[in-house]
């Protein structure tokens, strides 16, 4: 029996008083739910089944409160007996071998009764340097593998140990900086499986929260959370849909799922975005009920998470990519002196040198950037001939 309206909401009402932006909680409570439905429930998608497991990396600056919603999460999935959750720092041996050793197995009792036997781990990695420190094509393509649930088969020839896992499952729930991104990922990784395969949710605002604010943690309301949770992990079984659920993803998919990200390098993750889409609805219907039917709602519901997720992604590869603010700054100012002089001496409207410093850096960065470039007297408020505030240069730059 559940206690909670939706385990997703409460979660995040019980979270409201972590210093962490709301899209890093949210996606911490996806990736809660699917974690627990481990191999146990399933849609059936292109005569295949297709499991609700996710790769979910939060992505910010420093000290915007990556780790603290990711532990929130690690805390729930401990709490429930017969979960497997890896160590923090694992190399790809010791992955293998804790996967190995994660064995599950559940029955349905009903009108077609079943025995699961699986493998399932929970990866928790506040740190992605401290999980990945390097990257590896031989681990990330067995992450790829795993993740498509295939079987996984080595053998060692040191121990002389033979590894076979016939139904292997990971979650991951990461962290990490754009800048740890940047000097880890090598050219090229965009176009491999790994990184299509993850959710990369970008957000660089910094939550202020009460210093003092002990009382708002509800250990009743953290009670109901993994009591809840616990009838989550419960669930076992294939998903259904309603008609007007299935007829709405039908036709999303058939359509070429609208709106499409654009970014070159989304190519290949665009691929995956009917199975992403899938694997969410999933999720949204065991938050609300464990009927395990997917209703037009939580089709509604999941691409309103797939959507926001993707509007944020460019902007990593903004910071990926971002030059040093000095850099930045000079090029703004050479930008706004140039149209100051075409324009006979005309302030540069402020929408301008929005749009000009936002193409350069992360939109989190963009006021700081303006900023730092009025308090260092290179440019200041000006008012142009038709009344509209912009910009002048208070520098005055060569040709």
């Known amino acids: 029996m559940r206690l909670l309206g939706d385990w997703i909401e409460g979660f995040m009402g019980q979270t409201a008083h972590l ?21 146990k429930v399933w849609v059936r998608s ?17 000290g915007v409160g990556k780790t603290v919603v990711t532990s929130f999460t690690e805390e729930l999935w401990r709490s429930i007996q017969g979960l497997h959750v890896a160590p923090k720092s694992v190399s790809k041996a ?10 599950r197995s559940k029955t349905l009792i009903g009108e077609k009764s079943m025995y699961l036997q699986y493998n399932s781990l929970l990866v928790n990695a506040g740190e992605l340097a401290v999980f990945i420190p390097t990257y590896e094509s031989d681990f990330m393509n067995i992450l790829t593998d795993i993740y498509d649930g295939r079987i996984y088969e080595e053998r060692r020839r040191g121990k002389d140990l033979h590894i076979k896992i016939d139904k292997p499952q990971l979650n991951l729930l990461m962290a990490t900086t754009p800048s ?3 000097s880890m990922l090598p050219e090229g990784a965009w176009d491999q499986g790994f990184l299509s395969r993850t959710f990369l949710i970008f957000s660089g605002s910094t939550t202020l929260v009460d210093l003092f604010g002990d009382e708002l943690v509800h250990e009743e309301q953290t009670s109901l959370l993994r009591s809840d949770l616990r009838a989550i992990s419960d669930m076992i079984g294939p998903f259904g849909f309603s008609e007007e659920a299935r007829n709405a993803i039908r036709a999303w998919h058939m359509a070429g799922g609208p709106p499409r990200p654009d970014h070159p390098k989304l190519v290949h993750y665009n691929t995956r975005r009917s199975a992403h889409l899938l694997k969410l609805c999933m999720v949204a219907s065991a938050s609300r009920s464990s009927d395990r039917l997917i209703e037009l709602a939580d089709y509604q519901r999941s691409l309103n998470w797939l959507v926001e997720a993707e509007s944020y992604m460019p902007e990593i590869f903004k910071a990926l990519g971002a030059k040093g603010d000095g850099q930045v700054i000079e090029e703004a100012l050479h930008f706004v002196y140039k149209l100051y002089m075409a324009t006979g001496k005309e302030p540069v409207a402020e929408h301008r040198l929005i749009n000009f410093v936002s193409e350069r850096v992360p939109a989190y960065n963009v006021l700081r950037i303006i900023e730092m470039m009025e308090r260092s007297y290179k440019i200041e408020k000006a008012i142009s001939s038709k009344g509209m505030p912009g910009w002048r240069p208070r520098i005055i730059q060569p040709d």
């Open 19 to 39: 210093p962490s932006p709301e899209i890093f909680r949210k996606w911490s409570a996806i990736s809660a739910v699917a974690g627990v439905l481990e191999r």
């Open 94 to 103: 010791s992955l293998i071998d804790s996967l190995n050793d994660a064995k």
């Open 46 to 62: 292109l005569n295949m089944d297709l499991y609700p497991n996710l790769y979910v990396t939060l992505v910010g600056p420093p």
């Open 180 to 182: 740890y991104l940047n």
